[in-house]
């Protein structure tokens, strides 16, 4: 029997989430074996995640990887991979979603909420223009790294607290005392979802990981992602989308933002699941005409060199 080569970047988080695919492919009977890189995004801590100029930032080291047949499928935080995959490669299976939720992390105390000179650390435009459309006066210092490096950052600075999401804290069992839902922020597209690639000719893996995906999670990921395809935003694009199902009905939130938080266009809708399909995109096309493209546009030519 084949031994399945799964690519990870080796971060602690990215190799959990790569043994819960290998756990999942050994109890179907599949030997497998973690082949572990790192990404440009991994190696560089200091600049902005938009300001690296493209998406993919963290998965392209797998692509290639693929691409010269080193492994057999990737895994990935479905959030930071592109909505548009490269040639040849698939998103063959998602994994059951896991939690979706933003959290700030602080240390013990939230007075300075109400205050002006308030400190939450980030590196996500996302995370930041919602916090700023909230708390307008409060300073985003620049944070980036692996799970456990943010954390410590945020010890060893004197900011008030970090934005995280809670999926790879409680992932890695280290979840701290003292942290608080944003149940406020609308998540990144696909937020807390783990997507396994694969080249589409290679027939005996695509069906292989057809036998593992999540149905109910595939569903939700597609609108979401649908979404922030159809606006044009990447993950360095302040644009939040959440799906939820219950009841025989789909959910949609969305969030388009300027920078500073000032502008947003705001959209939730609840469709029939027969309906679910398109509900991504037509919902970007009237988040477009109510000034979601305006507002891109202004984020595009505010990080042009």
């Known amino acids: 029997m084949k031994t399945l080569r799964i690519g990870t970047r080796d971060s602690a988080l990215a190799v959990w989430q790569a043994k819960k695919v290998a756990t999942a492919l050994e109890t179907q009977g599949h030997k497998t074996q973690l082949i572990e890189v790192k990404s440009k995004g991994d190696l560089d801590l200091k600049t902005p995640l938009n300001q690296f100029g493209s998406t993919g930032i963290f998965t392209k080291i797998l692509d290639d990887a693929l691409y010269a047949g ?5 895994v990935h935080s479905l959030k930071d991979y592109p909505t548009n995959a490269p040639k040849g490669i698939i998103m063959a299976a998602l994994m059951e979603r ?4 933003d959290i700030l992390v602080h240390k013990g105390e939230l007075q300075f909420l109400e205050q002006k000179n308030g400190q939450v650390a980030t590196g996500s435009i996302r995370r930041i223009a919602q916090w700023k459309r909230r708390y307008p006066s409060h300073e985003n210092p620049n944070l980036r790294g692996n799970v456990q490096t943010r954390l410590q950052k945020l010890a ?3 900011w008030h607290g970090a934005i995280f999401a809670k999926a790879g804290l409680e ?3 280290i979840l701290p ?3 608080s839902i944003l149940d406020w922020m609308i998540p990144a597209p696909a937020q807390g979802i783990m997507g396994i690639t694969c080249l589409s000719e290679d027939l005996d893996v695509l069906e292989i990981l057809a036998s593992i995906n999540h149905t109910e999670t595939a569903l939700r990921a597609k609108v979401e992602r649908d979404f922030l395809n159809r606006v044009e935003g990447g993950c360095s694009a302040p ?4 799906a939820e199902i219950q009841n025989d009905e789909l959910s949609l939130k969305t969030g388009v933002f300027s920078l500073d938080g000032k502008k947003a266009v705001l959209l939730e809708n609840t469709v029939p699941l027969n309906e679910a399909e398109t509900l991504g995109i037509k919902m970007a096309d009237q988040a477009l005409a109510q ?3 305006a507002i891109l546009e202004n984020i595009k030519d505010e990080q042009r060199p």
């Open 70 to 74: 080193k492994v057999d499928l990737a």
């Open 156 to 158: 060893t600075n004197d």
């Open 98 to 101: 896991g939690p979706v939720e």
């Open 239 to 242: 644009v939040g989308a959440y």
């Open 177 to 179: 005392e003292h942290y």
């Open 291 to 293: 000034g979601a493209a």
């Open 171 to 173: 992932r890695l069992g």
